[in-house]
């Protein structure tokens, strides 16, 4: 279970955005729980060098912080463009990523290397 900071756009003082139940799936392409442990082992070395670090999305260069919504758009941006959809802003690919990989059929693992 995923909970996100405090602090959405939806967030309230009454109110405070539900977690996120992540699970397992048949299809390991598809397999959530396996590329969220794949990237918490793959990041570990540079997670352990700030202790307080409790983001899932970090940094990759510089200093060790959590990576910005910017930062994690960019980082969706090549994916898309290899898809053709490369003129749509980067609301469009925060919004869309997943669901519009899976609905083209897309593996994850086309894009990241095991």
Known sequence: MFWPAFGSKTDRTTRRQSGWLIQRSDNLDLDMVRWLKLLLQLSSSRRGARISLDN??????????????????????????????????????????????HSDNILLSSFVPI
């Open 56 to 101: 899932l999305f970090i940094t990759t260069r510089g200093e060790v912080k959590p990576a910005s919504r910017t930062v994690i758009a960019n980082w969706i941006k090549p994916v898309f463009i290899e898809l053709g959809r490369e003129n749509f802003s980067k609301h469009y690919y925060k919004s869309v990523s997943a669901p519009s990989l």
